[in-house]
Structure formats: structure tokens, C-alpha cells
């Protein structure tokens, strides 16, 4: 593509201005590339949830929010990583004075928050510094640990543990918990065994395990989960990994649970449709208080009638009790995103997506509205697209989800995300085939010789499960479960070739 007149001035405007090492060499010439971009982002998914000191640290997609814990208002926003670039920020710890988080698989990022109102990013490290692909934090014994598929990484040193303890957990995964720090050295989880790091000894059965503070009269006690074939067991354990008692101090939870908090005496099990809280007292779990909410993810105390929660849904404060500010039982400051979205519409101009936090409609403009009055049956919400024909070839993602079969004439290819990305749809856009996955999306282009490549990627929060062509020329809407909605296209981005 050639560049001229007032487009030329512009990107050399650009190029200039951006402080490149080419303002020390002698421009040739200026060539423009197709960059796939993401133009537009609404929604996603709310993470990792610390309060601390009146604060309330909450990520949300791949960015950090600062909120006003007292009035839900948020202070700030820092962006931890580029949309189309890194996954979200899914795990996240405190150590008094640095905030660590986690990019899904991608980074590790610490935030420096002394100013609320300008966090600064001081360190950032990729997969590839890190040694392992990062899925959970811990601070245990005074050293942060990444926990990953790969193992254990101490961040002081590098170390790298676990690497070679169960190719899978018993449950068929190679789900690596959180660290924490028994009576023998600092301990790990692979599916329901727990190991000790420093030489790989199984010590116990569980499939992650949490502090229990000591004021609970359990000296080096934990609070465990172990996953079953319909969810997962909760309970207490002692410094030994075995269980208190089966009958008092372990109880049986349907789903995934989300995540396990300690605080205000009492135990917090964050599950996907319920929030269920147990006191502990003498060693036993007693006193139930459940709260129904769909997609909750974490939850933190702002004080002993108060707590924040986030998730799919979005964030809110809720009040547990009466109190002389208002009736118990009750949401104050919710915030709510386009998330948990499982079927999907479009007509090239509104994309309408329904999943269980409700139904949200996605404009042209790239408005989004949550829809109070879904529209009646004749708006057909059809599953995602697993095959595509185009003018060159036609594509099918397998049964497994795991490889998309391409045939080209009598020529027949498979295509596999080098990350292990899980397939959910297929759709054809000029010629290309695209396919949404549980990283993003992939652009597959047929070249020349009627061999199928991957010409672009975009790292997305995902699964992404719809691709929808807009009319607008060029733009592609597509929606995510967790991730929400996305504008998509090719957009001319100069390169400044030097001599």
C-alpha cells in the first residue's frame, strides 16, 4: 500500500512522534501493513478481589481497578496489558506494599499502588522469563510463588518445582494449586494430592489447601478442597493435611468452586451459583448463611457487615444484616458487565448475546445495553458454527474440539493452536477462516499453494464462541463468555524501513 498526500503526513507524524531509533538513521521509504486490531472492547469478567485498608483492588479482564471500598466508586484504572495481546488478569496477591498479578498463562506484572490515582507497572515478566506458563499466585513463608501446568516457580531464584510430579492429577488435570507452608516446608496440590516442594513427597489428599488462622484453635490448620466427580469437598484439615472430622468439618459442593476466603470468623466458599459461608467453631462448620448469585468469583470483607463481590455478573457491595444504614440482605453499588454469554445473534448491524447473567444487545456503534425485555422467540439464538465453507476450501472443528480438519480440493490439513486452544466456532470472513477459541482468535489464510496458515492470532479473554461479519466493510463483532464483546479489523499500520 502506497502512502500519500495528507495519509503520508500523517504517518510520518506518527513515526516521528513516537520516538523511534529510526529518527537516528536515514528513512528510505514507509510501508503500511494489515494489523489485526481490536478497535472496540465492552464487558468481561471481574477477578481477583482484595480489600485492604478502605481500598478495594479488583481486576477486571486484563486491567486493574481501584474502587473506593466505603462507596463503590472506582478511583482509578490501569491497564495491565493490551487488549488482542495478553490474557486477563485472573489471580492476584497483596504483600503489603506491591500488588503481583497474574496474565493468565501469558506475564506476571507487579503494580506499584503508593499513588491510588497512578499505580505504576514496575515489573513485568512473560512466560518465557518466567519459565512457566502462570496460572495462580501465593506469598507462603515470606517467597511469591507461580503456580502453572509446568510446575512450581520460587520468584526469588527461579527455582522451578514440581516439574516432573504427576503428568496428571487423578482427575485427569494438571491443576497445580496454591503454595502454602506446612509443618514440613512449603506444599503444593496436583489434582487431589498435595506434595511437599522441595523433594515431591505426597502428604496428603486434597486438591488445594488455604490457611487457617490460628485464632480457630487449629495450630498450622488449613482449609482444603477436593475435587470429586460432581464438585468438590470443603473442609478442615490440620498441619498434617488429614481432615478434622468428615461428619462436622467437611461439607459436599456442587460446581466449580471459584475460590475459598477466611474473615470475620466465619469461611467463604465462592461457588458459580452460590456464595455459602460457614462460622467455625470448635473445630466444626456450623451456622449456614447462602447467598444465590450467578457467576460470583471472589469476595472480600470491607467490614463485619459488609463485603465486596465480583464476578461475570460485574461487582457489587453487599450488606449482610440490618443495620442503621439500611436492611441486611442487600446490594448497594453494583456495577454490571456483558459476561457469561453462551448463545449469540447478529443481523451485521446489532449483535444481541444471552447467557446467564441476562441478555445484552451490542450496536453498530459499539453501544452495549443490558435488555430488560428480551425480544420474543422469532430472534433464533443457534449454537456457535463448528464448520465454514469459503471459495478455497471448507473447515470442520473435530469432535474433542481440540484440532479443525481444513480440506483444500482433494488435500486434507489439520490445524492445531500450538497453545492447546479448545476450538468453538468457525466463520468465514473474506476469504479467511477464523476461529474463535478459549485464547482468542485465529486467522487461518489460504496461500498460494493451497496450504492453510495461521496469519494472525489475537489473545482474547475467552472462550471465544461467535465471529460475526459486520456489514460495515471490514469489521468483525465477536463474543466471548467471559470476555464480552469485540470489535475486530484490519487496519494499515506503518513500518519506516531504514537504510
Known sequence: ?????????????????????????TVESIEAVQALRVTHHAGGTHYKTIVADDIWYQTFGSTLLIIDASSGELISSTALGQIGETGPATDMVFDGSSLHIVLEGDSLVEVDCSYLRTPKIVRKLSADQLGVSPQRLSVAGGELYVSSP???????????????????GEMGDRDVS????????PIACIGRRAYRLVDGKYVGSASDLFLLPEEFGIPGGFVFSRKTTTGQLI??????IRE????????????????????????????????SSYAIVDGALVDPLHLDIIGARDVDQIDDNYIAIAGSFGRSVYRINDSLEGPGDEFLSSHREPSNLLYAMSDGRHTMALGLGGTWLYDHENHVTFVDDPPDTQYVLTDPSRMVNT??????ITNDSMSVVIYIGDKEQIYKDPNQAKFYCLTAVDGDIWIGHDR????????????????????????????FPKLKGGEVTYVSEFGGFGTIEYMAEAIALSK
Open 244 to 275: 478434622v472430622d468428615t461428619q462436622k468439618a467437611t461439607i459436599a459442593v456442587e460446581g466449580i468452586v471459584q475460590n475459598i476466603r477466611v474473615f470475620s470468623g466465619r469461611l467463604w466458599i465462592v461457588g458459580d451459583f452460590r456464595i
Open 1 to 25: 500500500m502506497k502512502f500519500t498526500g495528507q495519509l503520508l503526513a500523517a504517518v510520518l507524524m506518527a513515526v516521528l512522534g513516537s520516538g523511534c531509533a529510526v529518527l537516528n538513521q
Open 391 to 396: 471459495t478455497l476450501a471448507s473447515a470442520a
Open 178 to 185: 496454591h503454595v502454602v507452608v506446612g509443618t514440613d516446608g
Open 235 to 240: 473442609g478442615l484439615m490440620t498441619s498434617n
Open 440 to 467: 482468542g482468535i485465529t486467522v487461518l489464510e489460504i496461500n498460494a499453494s493451497g496450504t492453510a496458515f495461521a496469519k494472525d492470532q489475537l489473545r482474547l479473554e475467552g472462550p471465544v464462541r461467535y465471529i
Open 150 to 168: 509446568n510446575g512450581v516457580m520460587r520468584v526469588s531464584d527461579g527455582k522451578i518445582m514440581l516439574a516432573d510430579i504427576g503428568d496428571k
